[in-house]
Nanobody
Framework: QVQLVESGGGLVQAGGSLRLSCAAS????????VGWFRQAPGKEREFVAA???????RYADSVKGRFTISRDNAKNTVYLQMNSLQPEDTAVFSC????????????????????WGQGTQVTVSS
């Protein structure tokens, strides 16, 4: 099975930046789609960004132009570069993975992913 571990969260001032990492186990990482989701207190889990096995990316409207998702298959790692952070971005960020070649579209629903990390807290102060 695939195991995912997030890191890079922390406390940052509004307008600042953080880079989250999602480190995955497994030798077939390059065949997986990976998504980032976030969940703020009292709110539902929200799609943030996804990158397909092919490198195709997709972003939630709320983060377009501010966040960038990328992957380094040699390191079995997916990154989420977050710039111009706002207090509204405060949440637990989690990464998730699913076999990428089983679908022709980017996965934006949490139910579409099979493996999840434990999450990393991102707090943005005003």
């Amino acid at each position: 099975q695939v195991q995912l571990v997030e890191s890079g969260g922390g406390l940052v001032q509004a307008g600042g930046s953080l880079r989250l990492s999602c480190a995955a186990s497994g030798r077939t990482f390059s065949s997986y789609d990976v998504g980032w989701f976030r969940q703020a207190p009292g709110k539902e889990r929200e799609f943030v960004a996804a990158i397909r096995w092919s490198g195709t990316t997709r972003y939630a409207d709320s983060v377009k132009g501010r966040f960038t998702i990328s992957r380094d298959n040699a390191k079995n790692t997916v990154y989420l570069q977050m710039n111009s952070l706002q207090p509204e971005d405060t949440a637990v960020f989690s990464c998730a993975a699913a076999l990428g070649r089983s679908t022709t579209y980017s996965r934006v629903g949490a139910y579409e992913y099979d493996y999840w990390g434990q999450g990393t807290q991102v707090t943005v102060s005003s």
